[in-house]
């Protein structure tokens, strides 16, 4: 009996592994729209990874094979997923220094840049036209170059027209962007930075060529700020030496400004805040701005799932929005008739069947760019999926967006009751707590949802207490206070 389950088991793995097409709203055991799964590949295939984050792509000019280059905790792993239903897992660059949950990757002219939390990290540079000649996979790579002008990094944006990469969330600039000329990809070298506005949490830096005749052929800095009240930093960096703050865009119900990405007729930025779901309790939502005006931003109103969700990362691409929102996975947003405040779900693939609450499991990201149509999709901690949206050329969005901004139960005095301040943010060892209400307890989370640090407090409204936190590694974490869990703040220790 226990080898007929085995059996069961081995088989049931295999054709969830295997191409399968969305019927009924399901592919195999996973909740589907108008997407098919082409192949899933478990940890497992990937010299068993600890887990899994971000996630770039590359096609080789060449002869147009198309790789997934994932982020793991580890290191980077490259996937030729040419055919999809039979993908290469062809090896792995272990990280330059040690282990950490953020990794990032972009790719400038056939080479990858990668950058991680992990303390002495640095910049690598990975020559990608190694990929062709990998006889027996997997194999262990090395970094062709190094930059090592910075220690830690949670992202970097490149901008492939001008040859400039641009981590962000450093241990310099006060965690601006730093401006890095990768035109020689094996030389990087900086030119400058802008920290006027502090931390960068996520940004696009794009050549524009929108409507705001001020500003057409200029190189503009999207920034997504964290939780600063900025939210939305938009900044001419044309002049590398002398960038020229443009805008800045905060919103109400803001809290946590995490990534976004612009239209490719630079008309629109969408903004994803990852805290405001779980912290005002409404289903999940993607701020919608027209930056027509560069200088005046305007927020015209929220696109709204039928899902609790926590948006994490999206990108564009012909009318449409690609988002990976963890609980629910990847989210196929129709964006097409925007001028007239129209904007709605056509497809979906949920990598992360048990729930779609507010939270942290789930999907990292997603990179939808390739020509073949496939999308690569990461599981943080399943593995990778390669997925396809069946044609969606026929279906004509209706949904309106939602034009209520912050729900009306949620008061500018009631958020201001809810709310309390920590700095500096980020720290190195020590925060210094102020309160807009007595607080008895403070709880610090880290991005598994897991308690690891507590503290008894007497602390009156008006009054500010300093809080050592030498004890925490560096990277993201959660700020609570009297077992509130809906009500936190974002803290980056260095």
Request: proline share 5%; hydrophobic share 35%.
């Amino acid at each position: 009996m226990r080898t007929v389950l085995t059996s069961i088991f081995t088989l049931s793995i295999i054709l969830i592994q295997a191409q399968t097409p969305c019927v009924n709203g399901m592919a195999g055991l996973y909740p589907c729209e108008r997407i098919d799964l082409q192949y899933f590949m478990p940890l497992s295939e990937m010299d068993d990874a600890p887990g899994l984050n971000d996630i770039w792509g590359w096609v080789d000019p060449i002869d147009n094979k198309e790789y997934a280059l994932v982020g793991m905790l580890d290191g980077t792993a490259f996937i030729d997923i040419t055919d999809p239903l039979s993908p290469i897992y062809l090896g792995e660059l272990p990280t330059h220094s040690s282990a950490s949950t953020w990794r990032d990757i972009k790719v400038y002219n056939d080479h990858a840049f990668i950058v991680s939390e992990a303390s002495g990290h640095g910049l690598q540079v990975f020559d990608l036209t190694r990929l062709r000649n990998v006889i027996n996979p997997p194999e262990l790579f090395d970094e062709d170059a190094h930059y090592n002008g910075f220690s830690n990094c949670h992202n970097i944006a490149i901008n492939e027209e001008s040859g400039y990469a641009y981590p962000i969330g450093t241990n310099q600039a006060s965690g601006g962007p730093l401006f890095i000329n990768i035109q020689d990809p094996m030389n990087p070298t900086l030119e400058g930075s802008y920290g006027d506005l502090f931390y960068s949490h996520d940004a696009q830096i794009v050549s524009y060529n929108g409507p705001d005749p001020d500003h057409q052929g200029k190189e503009i800095y999207f920034g997504f700020h964290g939780n600063s009240a900025e939210g939305l930093v938009i900044v001419d960096i044309t002049d590398k030496t002398d960038p020229e703050s443009l805008s800045t865009s905060g919103y109400d119900c803001q809290d946590y400004t995490h990534q976004g990405w612009v239209t490719p007729d630079h008309r629109y930025c969408f903004v994803n805040d990852e805290l405001d779901e779980g912290q005002f309790g409404y289903n999940t939502r993607t701020r919608l701005f027209n930056i027509e005006d560069l200088d005046n931003p305007v927020l015209i109103g929220n696109y709204e799932a039928d899902v609790t969700s926590t948006d994490h990362n999206l990108y564009t691409l012909d009318g449409r929005a690609y988002m990976s929102n963890y609980t629910s996975g990847l989210r196929v947003v129709d964006y097409s008739l925007l001028d007239n405040e129209i904007m709605e779900e056509v497809a979906f693939f949920d990598v992360h069947p048990s729930d779609n609450n507010a939270g942290y499991s789930g999907t990292w990201s997603n990179y939808p760019y390739f020509p073949s149509g496939n999308i690569v999709v990461t599981h943080r901690t399943d593995g990778l999926f390669i997925v396809k949206a069946q044609d969606l050329s026929e279906i004509v969005p209706s949904q309106a967006i939602n034009t209520d901004i912050c729900p009306a139960e949620l008061s500018v005095n009631e958020l201001e009751t809810m709310s309390f301040n920590i700095a500096p943010n980020p720290t190195r060892d020590f925060i210094t707590l102020t309160a807009e209400k007595d607080i008895k307890q403070i709880d610090i989370i880290d991005i598994t949802g897991r308690i690891i640090h507590s503290e008894l407090l007497n602390l009156y409204a008006g009054s500010a207490i300093r809080i050592n936190l030498d004890v925490l590694e560096q990277g993201a974490y959660l700020v609570a206070i009297n077992k509130d869990f809906r009500n936190t703040r974002r803290l980056i220790i260095e």
